[in-house]
């Protein structure tokens, strides 16, 4: 496609329940990162994929957080057990290079529209 | 600590008129500064990418101004239009996988 894909774009779910968000990057892109914005603020880093390798997810916020991306294109964000402190938008972002160490002063970011999940 | 902070939180404009948003940061080291405008409800687009050797950078109505020294940039809006409602997300990356983001702010044009 011509941009990140996200699916899906809105997301209700119980508390308890476990999701699972699915971003499509840009063909051929390297890096893959997870954000989380919560309602009037910017978007906090979760995770970092250089192809099929996670090489920070030091921003998740707990062990119910699971992110992979098994070829190196499609990533899937997976939240066990969702509480209402999970309620977000989840944005996913992409760049045809490496942001290992400094990134390339002319290396662009393009994100998805996010999944809005809401947990009741 | 890493820090961006932006002001104002919030701002109202008439159409036409020229405003000018502040991003101050604490983000080390540094190698670039990107603004980026989010439409409700989309991801955030980028505007412009700043290095730190660079005082000014233009992209149309848009015009982005960064002190190293003083560690501040601004992003200048000129002739504002009706579409240029949106948040403004300053943006600076760690030396690793990492990009702080401004909390943004919330500009309102109104006819």
């Known amino acids: 496609g011509a941009g990140v894909s996200q699916s899906p774009r809105y997301k209700v779910a119980k508390r308890g329940q476990d999701v699972a968000l699915r971003c499509d990057p840009i063909s051929g892109h390297v890096s893959l990162f997870w954000y989380q914005q919560a309602l009037g603020q910017g978007p906090e880093f979760l995770t970092y994929?250089?192809?099929?390798?996670?090489?920070?997810k030091s921003g998740l916020p707990s062990d119910r957080f699971f992110a992979e991306r098994p070829e190196g294109s499609v990533s899937t964000l997976k939240i066990q057990r969702t509480q209402q402190e999970d309620s977000a938008v989840y944005l996913c972002?992409?760049?045809?290079?490496?942001?290992?160490?400094?990134?390339?002063?002319?290396?662009?970011?393009?994100f998805g529209s996010g999944t809005q999940l809401s947990v009741l | 600590k890493n820090q961006v902070e932006q002001s104002p939180q919030s701002l109202i404009i008439l159409e036409g008129k020229n405003c000018t948003l502040q991003c101050n940061y604490t983000v080390s080291p540094f190698s670039n500064l990107r603004w980026y405008k989010q439409d409700t409800g989309r991801g955030p687009v980028s505007l412009t990418i700043m290095t730190f050797s660079e005082n000014t950078k233009s992209n149309g109505r848009y015009t982005a101004t960064l002190d190293a020294d003083t560690k501040q940039s601004s992003l200048h809006i000129t002739a504002s239009q009706l579409s240029d409602s949106a948040s403004y997300i300053c943006?600076?990356?760690?030396?690793?996988?990492?990009?702080?983001f401004g909390t943004g702010t919330r500009l309102t044009v109104i006819p």
């Open positions: 972002a992409s760049s045809f290079r490496s942001f290992t160490g400094r990134p390339a002063t002319n290396e662009k970011l393009f």
């Open positions: 994929f250089q192809n099929e390798a996670q090489l920070d």
């Open positions: 943006v600076v990356p760690t030396g690793a996988n990492n990009l702080f």
